[in-house]
């Protein structure tokens, strides 16, 4: 039968594992960012190739309606955009740097709607959760209308996040699920040669 001391070291042994991966885990804080562009199938591929983003869903916010349906949502009626909240390892990339890939992949300057999708359900928008991400997006639109690559204002609004709904399991990861279906989307609403236009191919 094992001594008490024995046992001590055992137990020792056993947890430095786990204290190990506790140490290398408490570096990494989890944060949330919600932004709308436009068809959320399209912001969900752009933002889920970003190393450091740990998640991205498709959804609706910014609107009165409680837990709406894409239907609903889709009339234009309820108040809310298609939207993505992304949960990202802010040690990895920053709140910032989201910012800055949301504004090449979507048009500012269109503020009814984005490419062929037409109606305030498919507006770009910035929901901030608290005030570090409101000056950040405030400061970056800013640099971006400063920027000269616009020929109008910017049109995308700076908003205080609210509900955030998650859309129907069949728009999640629709790009992955349905490539074929996507890619055609994408280009005949003419995304992405309406994003060269504005950005160039960088």
């Given amino acids: 039968m094992p001594t008490l001391k024995l046992l001590s070291k055992l137990v020792v042994i056993v947890c430095l594992p786990f204290l190990s991966l506790t140490s290398i885990n408490s570096h990494a804080e989890e944060d949330i960012a919600t932004l709308a562009g436009g068809c959320f199938w399209c912001i969900e591929s752009d933002f889920e190739k970003i190393d450091g983003v740990l998640s991205v869903v498709s959804g609706y916010t910014g609107g009165s309606l409680s837990n709406p349906s894409y239907k609903q949502v889709s009339t234009g009626n309820t108040g809310h955009t298609e939207a993505v909240q992304i949960t990202f390892d802010n040690t990895k990339v920053s709140f910032e740097q989201l910012l800055e890939h949301f504004w090449v992949n979507i048009d500012p300057e269109d503020g009814s709607g984005q490419f062929c999708d037409r109606g305030l359900q498919y507006r770009s928008e910035i ?9 950040a997006a405030l400061a970056s639109l800013d640099r971006v209308a400063s920027s000269g690559k616009l020929d109008v204002s910017v049109a995308t609004a700076v908003t205080m996040a609210t509900d955030f709904y998650i859309a129907e399991d069949y728009h999640q990861d629709y790009y992955k699920k349905n490539p074929t279906r996507y ?3 994408r280009w ?13 191919t960088e």
Avoid: P, V
């Avoid at 929901?127 to 000056?135: C, D, I, W």
């Avoid at 005949?188 to 160039?200: A, Y």
């Fill in 183 to 185: 890619k055609y989307y």
């Fill in 188 to 200: 005949s609403c003419g995304r992405d040669k309406r994003l060269e236009q504005l950005w160039g």
């Fill in 127 to 135: 929901f901030y959760h608290n005030e570090a991400q409101k000056q």
